[in-house]
């Protein structure tokens, strides 16, 4: 909508579209701890619009505050079909699952980031570190391989390559038991 706007700047003299209006109620109620109401208005949201992403993420951070998992699992993957700036959200899914210790988890949200996202190196350095944190050695020495194929700036990124020949020498190693 607003790439429209930029287009046509004569929509700003209209009143502002359906959509944001229904948006501005939800987050309204969200702030005031009211989730089931603001679930309605995300719902009507989609039915005005169904190629609205960001009624499909508004719709899946609803249903993550409201704990109903396959809704905001189908939510999310459909804004992302929509939009896919929509799959940084895998990232931060992937940070949260880290913290909380479950690293497994952490892996599979950063794979999705970045199949989404291919061009991150940054992401793809967090992902091998990420599998050599669970023993996942074979894929994560792919993985710094294709990375260390890389042209780095020596300017902005002068210890990328002495990190990576840290983690494909880690990647190297066998466990001790």
């Given at each position: 909508?607003?790439?429209?706007?930029?287009?046509?700047?004569?929509l700003?003299?209209?009143?502002?579209?359906?959509?944001?209006?229904?948006?501005e109620k939800a987050l309204y109620l969200e702030n005031?701890?009211?989730?089931?109401?603001?679930?309605?208005l995300y719902v009507a949201m989609i039915e005005n619009d169904p190629t609205d992403?960001?009624?499909?993420?508004?719709?899946?951070?609803?249903?993550?505050?409201?704990n109903d998992q396959e809704t905001a699992r189908m939510s999310l993957l459909r804004a992302i079909e929509l939009d896919p700036v929509?799959?940084?959200?895998?990232?931060?899914?992937?940070?949260e699952s880290a913290?909380?210790?479950?690293?497994?988890?952490?892996?599979?949200?950063?794979?999705?980031a970045t199949q989404i996202f291919p061009d991150n190196l940054g992401?793809?350095?967090?992902?091998?570190?990420?599998?050599?944190?669970?023993?996942?050695?074979?894929?994560?020495?792919?993985?710094?391989?294709?990375?260390?194929?890389?042209?780095w700036s020596p300017i902005y990124a002068p210890e990328i390559p002495s990190h990576l020949a840290d983690l494909a020498e880690r990647a190297q190693t066998v466990k001790r038991r």
């Open positions: 909508m607003l790439a429209k706007v930029f287009s046509e700047p004569t700003l003299n209209q009143p502002p579209p359906d959509n944001w209006t229904l948006l005031f701890y009211q989730p089931e109401k603001s679930r309605d992403p960001a009624a499909h993420y508004g719709l899946y951070r609803n249903a993550r505050s409201l929509y799959g940084l959200e895998f990232i931060r899914l992937a940070e913290e909380g210790g479950h690293l497994e988890t952490s892996a599979a949200f950063l794979e999705r992401l793809k350095i967090r992902l091998a570190e990420t599998w050599l944190a669970i023993d996942r050695k074979a894929l994560a020495r792919e993985l710094i391989a294709e990375l260390q194929t890389a042209e």
